[in-house]
Every structure is written in C-alpha cells, then in structure tokens.
C-alpha cells in the first residue's frame, strides 16, 4: 500500500477506521488497553505520556511536510524534495531526549530531530520555498539542510560525512570551554548530536570523526541512521559487512548501541542510555539504528526501477508510524480518536505553514554576495583593539627574520586574547609527557619550521597542541572550535598538503556564512609554509604556492605576507577580521634577512587587515612591478638592477590577495602605463591572473595600461636547482620581460 495513504488511513476521516486498523494490536496479548497513569510507565519508553504523545505528533508533522513538499514540487513552487520518511521513530527520539542546546549537526532525513528541537513546520517550507526569511539559510540553500542558530541546530552542507568533523571539534571546543575560554556558544556540559546516513559511512571523514572522538573522548553522540541504502546501492554492495557499525567495534572508549529505528521504544532507549554516556564525560556514543526508506532516495529518484514491489510493500510494514500508532493504542495511551486528532490538528498546521511560506518574498538576491564574508573594517578594529589597548609590542623595532615575527605577533595576542587556540602537525615544542618533566632538557620542535616555537611553552599544551596527521581533521575541528567561540588558528604543514582537508576547506569553512545568510561566521586562520624558491630542495608537494585554487572560492581570505613587518601586519588584520583566512607564509623568505627583509617588528597599531598593508618601493615612472610572496623580493633585486640600466619601474608589493586593493593597483598601473605581475603560481588560474584582472575589468585601465604577466611552467615544479628554476620565474626573467615592456 502507498505509504503516504497509509498515513491518511491513520489521518483519515474515520474512527472505524482508524480503529479496524489498530484491531490487529489491540488483540495481542502483550496488548492492556487502559488509561490509567501507568500506561506509560508499561509501555516501556520512559517517558511521560504526555511526551509520547508530543513524539507522536513531531512524526506526523514531518510524514506530513514530506508529502506537502512533494505536492509543492508537483505545484512548480519549490525545486527540490528529500524526505525523512521511516527515519522519524529514530530523528524524533533524539529530538526530543537532547537538550535543547545541545547543538544538533544533523543530515537531510533529520526533519523530526529538527521539529523536536522547535523548528517549525513553516520554516522548514521557508527553506524548501528558498524565501528571504528562510531562518537556515535565508533561502541559499536546498530543503532539508538543517540549521537554526538560535536552536542550536549547525548548518549542513551537502557533502555526505562532512558534517562529521566539525560536529566531533565542536564535541571536542565544549568538553575544554572551562579550561580555556570559560564560557561559549554552547554551554559546556552539552553534547553534539551528528548524524549520518549508512552508505556516508564509507567515507573516511566520518570514520576520522570517530578516531578522533575517541581520542580526545568527547562528548558526541554519532547516530547512523541506517535504511539500507544509498540511492540505489544496497549496503552489503559497498560494506564489508551489511552491518555498518561492525567495524568500529574495537574502538576504544566508544559505546556502540543498535536498535530497531523504526520502534520509538528501542529509539529511546539507545538515546537515553548514548546521550548519558556521553554527557557524563566517559567518550562518544555511535547509535546504529535500522530505519526504512519509504520514499525514494529524493523527489529526483524513483526507487520502484529499483526496488522489487513486495521488498517496498515489506518495507512498508515497518513504518514507524503506524507502529507506533498501534502501541500507543494497545497501551492505552491514547485512545485511536485522540491519535486522529493530532494527525488532523497537523494535518491543517502544516497546510497553513505551506501556505504561509509560499506566500513569503523569495531569497533576497542582494544578500547573496554580502553574505559570503563577515569582516567589516570598524567591527575588526574595535575586537583588535579589545586586546592590544594600552600595550606596546614588547618587540617593537626588532630586526626580526619572518619567522620570528609571525612567531611574536601571535604569541602576544595569545597573551591577552584567550580564544587563541592553535594546532597542526608537530607545531607543539612537545609532546605532553614530555612537556612536563624534560622541558629543560629538551629544545623542542615548534613546527618543521619552527615558526611556533615556545608557543607551546609559553602558553601551555591546552592551547597549543600536536594534531593528527590528517589535514581534514586539522580543518574540520578548526569549524567546531570555531564555533564554540574559540579563534583557532590551524597550521597546514606544506599548502602542498592541504589537499586531504580540501573539502573541509571549500565546503565546510568557506560556505558557512553563504549558507547561513552570513548568520554564522567561522573566523579562523589557516597558516601553511608555501611557495617555492628553495634552492632546489623541494619539489612539488613541497614548492608550490598555489594560491589561484584558494582565491576561487568564496568565502576564503588570502594574505601573503613576505617580510617580518607586514607578515606581523597581516596575521594580527588574519586574526581579527571575522573570516576564515588562508594565510600563505613563503617558506623560502622565512629566514632572510637584510636589504628587503630587514624591516622592524612593528607596533600594534600596525595592523593589515583584508585589502591593507601593501607597500610600495620606488617611485619610477616607467614601469610598475606587480608581485606577493616570494616574487616580491625578486622584483626588489630586479628594479635596482634595472634602475642601473636606466629603467625607472616601482614595485606593488602585495600582502593580500583576496582581497586585493585595487585602488592602489589602480593608482600604481595610471602611474605608469606598464605592469609587469610576476607570480610564482601558474598562468592558468594562478594569482597572478587574478591581479590581471583589476585591471582588465576596467575599461578605461585596460586602454590606457600594457599589462603582461611573468608566471610559473605548465608543469608541476621540478627537483633540483635546474629544474626548480626551470619551473619559477627568476631574476634575469623579471628584467628581460621589464626591458621588453618598455621598450615595447
Ligand atoms: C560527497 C558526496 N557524494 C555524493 C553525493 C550524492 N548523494 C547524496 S545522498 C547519497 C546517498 C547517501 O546514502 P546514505 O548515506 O545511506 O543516506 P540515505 O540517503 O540513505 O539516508 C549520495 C550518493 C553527495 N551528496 N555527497
Ligand atoms: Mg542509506
């Protein structure tokens, strides 16, 4: 029978009905219709009554909304349907056992999780209807991408297992509220609900969730939320083994419960016991729980060209509603009338939230772009001042190389500011059992640079610490802590390696303020040795700037620092300015020292925040060099070789990429009618394509100014000193290409 007129038969008009329907149940013997207090208590749940009934109600609400949604799909008012159809036993349980602040990282079949939460059903079609008020997402993103700060719900995005590291961080930035930054977001006895699908399983981000969680023992609860199915792939066809939680079993610290997802009895149980465990601190709870899918994948599948008709009818049985419809009867709960009630009271709730919904303004196209980034200078500023007012730099004016002075600039923040948390691979000086008893004897490690060197010291191993070796991780966690009110800045060993984390990186941490139409920021700053330059030694995965792929995608902030001053410049405007910010240190420039290098640490009133800090050298007339990082340097040695051959040129040297400040590029191109942009990335999509750009786009600049662009190889950069200088741009390259210009 079609599931969704089974549900009217329960909804339907008639008590016979309804009551032929439920006879079967009430004839068992397990079956004591009454309607004394202690129905309840017998049926088992552990719940008041009054709550089962609420239970009942927050799953009918969602079969309900599924079916709504589906008819506003056939209507041509919405796009896009995908329903919790067979999961609401298991979603409304967890629901209703967390606590309401209990922050929630649910996925797409979590309706009846988010309705117990309090979400209501005319949001929820807000969301679907992509309105304006849409309080998920403002409209940016498609129905059943769950979030609703206020409840405490985090916005999902749509890849499968993404939603897992952040929620695990998240877990993780709670349990340490106390220790580090008193009080955050959520309050620090919380739990983190994160759930999953069977088939998302398989992906290593969810099973890296896990590991860490039992690593750091937080306090998540990871519900798996099983049917069986991944579109139309059967779970046995991918996993080992058809039970999907059988891997984890030798996990340490980690409760693994299953049950039967389509009882709320069972459901309540493995919630109650999984929310308890994970609340008293004893380490994460993984909740398997087999539902059924009684719709198709989505409104864009049809599960009968794959399906067998009597495995969908079998399937149907097990419809948690109607189940649960019967128990509740057969109990004595409630009576089948008082049941057709609620049905018939959501029933007219949901029809009128649709209505309402479809009659709201649509997305409000001019906050999309808006909402993609948080910083707003004065905002920035005034946080900045917070914890630099009345200080001066206790380095101010030292010749510091690179190194030290990113080193310095974060340490003193550190000091005042204790949100700073920071992480990555091998960045502690050491590790915890030996940072108490051999700190004396033993220097330390402090990054395979040692750019946070005594960091670990100075502020101790709760702030500064060794992640795993896993760059998902590493940025996964950078959104939980990030949320939880900390301002993590994470470290990416080589920009090389970022690529395990990538879809942390674009997916994650770039799209949380888009998707939540900028209601939610994640500011951070991801700090990774990058470039090439180094004599020969590296390679790719180890020479690569690679700072085009980053500035494609919106919502990250790219800063290049290429000196000690505007290095402690930018990390200090990084830190501050609201958004997630890729911060590309060269690692070649880390050490150097004199000429374009010797520039003294500055003062805290030196701050370069997005779009600031760039610096000019030279004032000739008759070319302007365009140049970040590495290339900068290079384009200093190149105008004062070129100045000798009477070449008069000035250098742009800038600091950040994204964005970039094209009034001075502007002002600086108008100068001098030449630009040459020397970047170590390559021409296709590199940096330096991006800086072309601000000048192309506008008409009247690109008529009056000859831009030409020196750029790395087609290739990947190459071993040893030929091939490296083969790969990269060098000096003589700068001022052939510079003498060509201006004799052009
Ligand atoms: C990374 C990624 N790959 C592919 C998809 C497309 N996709 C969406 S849901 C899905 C199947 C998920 O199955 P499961 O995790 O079992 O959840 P279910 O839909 O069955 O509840 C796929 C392949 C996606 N959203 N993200
Ligand atoms: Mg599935």
């Known amino acids: 029978?079609?599931?969704?007129?089974?549900?009217?038969?329960?909804?339907?008009?008639?008590?016979?009905?309804?009551?032929?329907?439920?006879?079967?149940?009430?004839?068992?013997?397990?079956?004591?219709?009454?309607?004394?207090?202690?129905?309840?208590?017998?049926?088992?749940?552990?719940?008041?009554?009054?709550?089962?009934?609420?239970?009942y109600r927050i799953m009918v609400a969602s079969r309900l909304m599924d079916d709504q949604e589906l008819r506003l799909l056939k209507q041509g008012k919405a796009w896009f349907s995908i329903s919790g159809a067979g999961a609401e036993a298991a979603c409304a349980a967890a629901g209703t056992l967390l606590r309401k602040t209990d922050p929630i990282a649910a996925f797409y079949r979590d309706r009846a999780t988010c309705l117990a939460r309090g979400v209501t059903p005319y949001e929820m079609f807000l969301e679907q209807l992509a309105c304006a008020e849409d309080p998920a997402s403002a409209g940016h993103q498609m129905p059943a991408h769950w979030g609703h700060k206020e409840l405490a719900i985090i916005s999902g995005t749509s890849p499968t297992g993404s939603q897992c590291l952040g929620a695990q961080g998240l877990a993780e930035a709670i349990a340490k509220t106390p220790k580090i930054i008193g009080q955050g977001t959520y309050p620090s006895d919380s739990v983190v609900y994160c759930s999953i699908g069977d088939a998302a399983t398989f992906q290593g981000e969810f099973y890296e969730s896990l590991k860490g969680a039992v690593a750091t023992r937080c306090p998540l609860v990871m519900h798996i939320v099983d049917n069986g199915w991944g579109i139309s792939v059967p779970s046995y066809e991918s996993h080992a083994d058809e039970d999907v939680s059988a891997y984890y079993r030798g996990f340490p610290n980690l409760l693994i419960l299953k049950g039967d997802g389509t009882s709320v009895r069972e459901s309540i149980a493995a919630f109650r016991k999984?929310?308890?465990?994970?609340?008293?601190?004893?380490?994460?709870?993984l909740v398997h729980m087999k539902v059924v899918r009684l719709?198709?994948?989505?409104?864009?599948?049809?599960?009968?060209?794959?399906?067998?008709?009597?495995?969908?009818?079998?399937?149907?049985?097990?419809?948690?509603?109607?189940?649960?419809?019967?128990?509740?009867?057969?109990?004595?709960?409630?009576?089948?009338?008082?049941?057709?009630?609620?049905?018939?009271?959501?029933?007219?709730?949901?029809?009128?939230?649709?209505?309402k919904a479809a009659s709201r303004p649509k997305t409000d196209v001019s906050k999309i772009e808006p909402s993609v980034y948080q910083f707003e200078r004065g905002r920035a500023e005034a946080e900045y001042r917070r914890f630099v007012a009345g200080r001066t730099s206790q380095y101010k004016g030292q010749d510091l190389p690179m190194a030290e002075a990113i080193n310095r600039a974060m340490s003193e923040l550190m000091e005042t500011d204790p949100r700073l948390v920071m992480w990555g691979e091998d960045i502690a000086d050491l590790h915890p059992r030996y940072l108490q008893s051999f700190s004396e004897e033993l220097e330390g490690k402090g990054g395979v640079f040692g750019v946070t060197r005594g960091l670990q010291r100075r502020h101790g191993g709760h702030r500064v610490w060794n992640s795993p070796l896993a760059e998902a991780t590493i940025l996964g966690r950078a959104v939980g802590y990030s949320l939880q009110g900390y301002r993590p800045v994470v470290e990416i060993q080589f920009r090389d390696f970022i690529n395990p984390g990538w879809q942390q990186l674009v997916d994650e941490i770039a799209t949380m303020s888009f998707r939540t139409g900028g209601?939610?920021?994640?500011?951070?700053?991801?700090?990774?040795?990058?470039?090439?330059?180094?004599?020969?030694?590296?390679?790719?995965?180890?020479?690569?700037m690679a700072a085009g792929p980053l500035l494609y995608q919106p919502g990250l902030r790219v800063a290049?620092?290429?000196?000690?001053?505007?290095?402690?410049?930018?990390?200090?405007?990084?830190?501050?300015?609201?958004?997630?910010?890729?911060?590309?240190?060269?690692?070649?420039?880390?050490?150097?020292?004199?000429?374009?290098f010797a520039t003294p640490f500055p003062d805290f009133d030196d701050v370069a925040f997005p779009g600031e800090g760039s610096e000019i050298y030279g004032d000739g007339e008759d070319l302007t060099l365009i140049a970040y990082g590495n290339t900068a340097p290079l384009c200093y040695d190149a105008l004062a070789r070129l100045q000798s051959e009477g070449i008069r040129g000035r250098l742009l040297n800038l600091v950040w990429l994204h964005p970039i400040d094209e009034n001075l590029v502007r002002e600086h191109a108008e100068a001098t009618g030449r630009v040459l942009i020397v970047d170590e990335d390559r021409r296709r999509c590199g940096a330096g394509a991006h800086i072309a750009d601000c000048i192309y786009r506008d008409r009247a600049l690109r008529r009056g100014v000859d831009v030409e662009r020196l750029a790395a190889r087609d290739s990947r950069v190459s071993y040893g000193l030929a091939g490296e200088q083969y790969c990269l741009p060098q000096l003589?390259?700068?001022?052939?290409?510079?003498?060509?210009?201006?004799?052009?």
């Open 1 to 55: 029978m079609p599931l969704a007129s089974r549900l009217t038969k329960i909804g339907g008009v008639s008590v016979a009905e309804l009551t032929r329907y439920l006879e079967g149940e009430t004839r068992s013997p397990r079956a004591r219709p009454s309607t004394n207090g202690r129905a309840a208590e017998e049926y088992g749940a552990d719940l008041p009554a009054e709550q089962l009934l609420e239970l």
């Open 560 to 596: 290049v620092p290429s000196n000690a001053r505007n290095a402690a410049a930018a990390i200090r405007g990084a830190i501050y300015c609201g958004d997630p910010v890729m911060f590309l240190e060269p690692k070649a420039l880390y050490r150097r020292r004199g000429g374009f």
């Open 274 to 285: 999984a929310i308890d465990h994970a609340r008293s601190g004893r380490g994460p709870a």
């Open 519 to 544: 209601a939610t920021p994640v500011p951070m700053v991801v700090r990774m040795a990058s470039g090439g330059y180094l004599l020969g030694a590296g390679a790719l995965h180890h020479s690569e």
């Open 732 to 744: 003589d390259d700068v001022i052939r290409a510079a003498r060509e210009l201006v004799s052009s």
């Open 295 to 355: 719709y198709s994948h989505s409104a864009s599948d049809d599960q009968r060209k794959y399906r067998r008709k009597p495995d969908l009818a079998a399937e149907g049985e097990r419809d948690p509603l109607p189940k649960f419809a019967r128990e509740l009867v057969a109990y004595g709960i409630a009576s089948p009338e008082a049941l057709m009630g609620i049905v018939r009271t959501a029933e007219e709730e949901v029809r009128r939230a649709a209505e």
